[in-house]
């Protein structure tokens, strides 16, 4: 690789906050970025030459009045990953929950602690939709147990392990990016939950192979609306259906979706700017 083969967009925020360095972390990954490291009152995004459109960057920032301008410079490449595990810290969800990387040291333990190579995929439990999706399992602890279970959009699979580790019977973990599907079967091996936690990579065709009792999916907003009629399909009567990846904002338009395919609204959860909705079939 040459020593140039990566661009680092800087995005400057006016005014800077730590929420909308997320907002814009979420909202970016949608595009072919490596990785991102928040240095107020930058959030720099790292993308290799070949895949950068600034029109892109552009189009998708222009939604946002704090991002007040980017620019793109070249940059030697590196350990992105390396980079970011090393700031990563441990999680603790209302004190049941604890997600910790290997380097994590002196880490009090909690009823359910999850170890897991981070490896840049989304769901390492820090952003607010992981932590909310989290708090609602915590919730239906009797329907997760010795039942099954899907992980959409499953990332690092911090969420299907944490469903194995309630007593599921068995969980489907699945995601689009082939690293992050690696990254689940790894972490499930690590975390010795691998014989119920089958995983693969693909969207949600997949799920036409069986029905569940729990369908988990922390998604962006226009893939859940996108795909609702096949969580709806592949959802036992009788079961769940959590949500989370969009803003508070985005509520009203998937509840509506989801009730008119005759799910039953249960419940929702805010975070910050963030949300998470539950509901029954």
Not at 233 to 258: C, K, M, Q, V, W
Request: with cysteine; net charge negative; aromatic share 10%.
């Amino acid at each position: 690789m040459n020593s140039f083969d990566y661009l680092e967009v800087s995005v400057r925020l006016n005014p800077f906050t730590e929420e909308m360095a997320e907002i814009l972390t979420a909202e970016l990954s949608e595009l072919p970025f490596d990785s991102f490291i928040i240095e107020e009152p930058f959030l720099k995004c790292y993308i290799q030459t070949t895949e950068y459109r600034p029109s892109d960057v552009k189009v998708l920032l222009s939604g946002y009045p704090a991002a007040a301008g980017f620019t793109a410079v070249p940059v030697q490449g590196r350990n992105w990953n390396q980079d970011w595990e090393n700031r990563f810290q441990p999680i603790v969800v209302d004190g049941k929950v604890t997600i910790k990387a290997k380097f994590n040291e002196n880490v009090p333990r909690t009823r359910f602690n999850i170890w897991i190579d981070p490896q840049m995929a989304f769901g390492t439990g820090s952003h607010n939709t992981t932590y909310m999706m989290m708090q609602r399992m915590l919730g239906i602890e009797s329907l997760i147990k010795d039942h099954s279970v899907v992980d959409m959009g499953c990332g690092t699979a911090i969420l299907a392990i944490l469903a194995a580790k309630m007593g599921a019977r068995k969980v489907f973990a699945v995601d689009i990016d082939a690293v992050a599907a690696h990254s689940a079967w790894g972490n499930a091996r690590w975390n010795r939950v691998g014989s119920r936690v089958e995983t693969a990579c693909g969207d949600a065709s997949l799920l036409q192979m069986g029905t569940y009792d729990v369908l988990l999916a922390n998604i962006h907003r226009n893939i859940i609306l996108e795909d609702l009629p096949t969580y709806y399909r592949s959802l036992r009567r009788g079961g769940h259906l959590l949500l989370s990846g969009f803003y508070e904002s985005d509520a009203p338009a998937i509840t509506a979706a989801a009730e008119a395919l005759g799910l039953s609204f249960v419940g929702s959860t805010t975070r910050d700017t963030w949300c998470c909705l539950e509901f029954a079939k």
